[in-house]
């Protein structure tokens, strides 16, 4: 790791909206939830990073959850509980990544090949504008989750009781697909299939979304993570394309910002923050000198191109043992499409 990389800390955030002043910091690694209560839904959160280093400095460095046989190749985790307290038509539930500005000055040679790659072989459901004014990477819920947990209604409890009945608070919770009670014979009803990646094919038909209902007062559990975004060395590795994020990286563009929401309506369940802090001033949250990072910008600039062909041969040297081809050439990921012993 350059001695650059090392000037950055890793600080994770959660809360109901974009604003980040309605955020606070999510216990990494912990079992602990993170509870976010909002009009529209009660939210129990989770977020696991394996070899983390990040804020606050006393966090776990992985978790019991990157043991269990489907998690291995993981390295991390979003995690959620969700109680919608109004329907959302299996249609219009969509997560993924945005941006409030625009990032296109600040993308790296091949952004384009690296989305058609994230679609081809991650989830071909994906929706996306990398070059537009708010850039945006959004998949259907349904058809984006690793593991979809349809559970009770349990409307009329309060709080986390929503969640857990009062149980299990602070327990390592693995997220397993199905379904409990009248949450399984919901599935079974409308033929969704039993493992993972049936079910993400499955939901990548409209058809098939526009017949499923998130109900009112009804728990879902969800969980989404791969191990292509690497965010112990700030890396993205896809099949046969890699890159080091942090070479993109300065005042302005040091966020990743996931958020799950309605497309229709806008409404906000809940938006998680993963933000880069730069310089000496990483422990107390500050993001570094925004004018200084401004000034230099054009030297930046420069030394990045210095460095492109260096960069690009690392990346190629990346995939030197065709893995990462061989994937590509399948046009899918098996872990996510394919049944596979011991993942699925």
Same mark, same amino acid.
């Given at each position: 790791?350059?001695?650059?990389?090392? +000037?950055?800390?890793?600080?994770?955030?959660?809360?109901?909206?974009?604003?980040?002043?309605?955020?606070? &910091?999510?216990?990494? $690694?912990?079992?602990?939830?993170?509870? /976010?209560?909002?009009?529209?839904?009660?939210?129990?959160?989770?977020?696991? /990073?394996?070899?983390?280093?990040?804020?606050?400095?006393?966090?776990?460095?992985?978790?019991?959850?990157?043991?269990?046989?489907?998690?291995?190749?993981?390295?991390?985790?979003?995690?959620?509980?969700?109680?919608?307290?109004?329907?959302?038509?299996?249609?219009?539930?969509?997560?993924?990544?945005?941006?409030?500005?625009?990032?296109?000055?600040?993308?790296?040679?091949?952004?384009?090949?690296?989305?058609?790659?994230?679609?081809?072989? /991650?989830?071909? !459901?994906?929706?996306?504008?990398?070059?537009?004014?708010?850039?945006?990477?959004?998949?259907? %819920?349904? &058809?984006?989750? $690793?593991?979809?947990?349809?559970?009770?209604?349990?409307?009329?409890?309060?709080?986390?009781?929503?969640?857990?009945?009062?149980? !299990?608070?602070?327990?390592?919770? /693995?997220?397993?697909?199905?379904?409990?009670?009248?949450?399984?014979?919901?599935?079974?009803?409308?033929?969704?299939?039993?493992?993972?990646?049936?079910?993400?094919?499955?939901?990548?038909?409209?058809? $098939?979304?526009?017949?499923?209902?998130?109900?009112?007062?009804?728990?879902?559990? %969800?969980?989404?993570?791969?191990?292509?975004?690497?965010?112990?060395?700030?890396?993205?590795?896809?099949?046969?394309?890699?890159?080091?994020?942090?070479?993109?990286?300065?005042?302005? +563009?040091?966020?990743?910002?996931?958020?799950?929401?309605?497309?229709?309506?806008?409404?906000?369940?809940?938006?998680?923050?993963?933000?880069?802090?730069?310089?000496?001033? &990483?422990?107390?949250?500050?993001?570094?000198?925004?004018?200084?990072?401004?000034? $230099?910008?054009?030297?930046?600039?420069?030394?990045?191109?210095?460095?492109?062909?260096?960069?690009?041969?690392?990346?190629?040297?990346?995939?030197?043992?065709?893995? !990462?081809?061989?994937?590509?050439? %399948?046009?899918?990921?098996?872990?996510?499409?394919?049944?596979?012993?011991?993942?699925?």
């Amino acid at each position: 790791m350059s001695p650059k990389e090392h +000037n950055y800390k890793l600080s994770v955030t959660a809360g109901p909206s974009y604003d980040p002043s309605t955020h606070k &910091s999510v216990a990494v $690694n912990s079992p602990i939830p993170h509870l /976010i209560e909002t009009e529209h839904a009660t939210i129990d959160l989770r977020v696991r /990073i394996q070899e983390y280093t990040g804020l606050p400095p006393n966090s776990p460095r992985t978790s019991p959850y990157f043991s269990h046989p489907t998690r291995t190749k993981d390295q991390y985790s979003i995690a959620i509980s969700f109680v919608p307290k109004h329907a959302i038509p299996g249609t219009e539930l969509v997560f993924g990544n945005d941006f409030d500005h625009p990032i296109r000055d600040r993308l790296p040679p091949g952004a384009n090949q690296a989305l058609r790659i994230v679609q081809w072989t /991650i989830d071909p !459901g994906l929706e996306g504008d990398a070059y537009a004014d708010k850039p945006y990477l959004y998949g259907a %819920a349904l &058809s984006s989750w $690793n593991y979809l947990r349809v559970c009770e209604v349990v409307k009329g409890r309060e709080g986390a009781d929503v969640l857990v009945g009062g149980e !299990g608070e602070g327990e390592e919770e /693995i997220i397993e697909e199905g379904g409990e009670g009248s949450g399984e014979e919901l599935r079974r009803k409308l033929d969704v299939p039993d493992d993972p990646a049936g079910r993400r094919r499955f939901f990548l038909a409209e058809g $098939n979304r526009a017949r499923f209902e998130f109900e009112e007062g009804r728990l879902y559990k %969800a969980d989404f993570g791969n191990g292509y975004l690497g965010f112990n060395d700030f890396s993205l590795r896809l099949p046969g394309f890699s890159i080091k994020v942090t070479k993109y990286i300065d005042a302005k +563009n040091h966020q990743l910002r996931y958020v799950l929401k309605n497309k229709r309506t806008g409404d906000v369940y809940f938006v998680v923050l993963f933000t880069l802090l730069l310089g000496t001033g &990483s422990e107390d949250g500050d993001c570094g000198d925004d004018d200084d990072d401004d000034d $230099n910008d054009d030297d930046d600039d420069d030394d990045d191109d210095d460095d492109d062909d260096d960069d690009d041969d690392d990346d190629a040297d990346d995939d030197e043992d065709g893995d !990462g081809d061989e994937n590509a050439e %399948a046009g899918y990921d098996k872990r996510y499409y394919e049944d596979d012993e011991g993942v699925d």
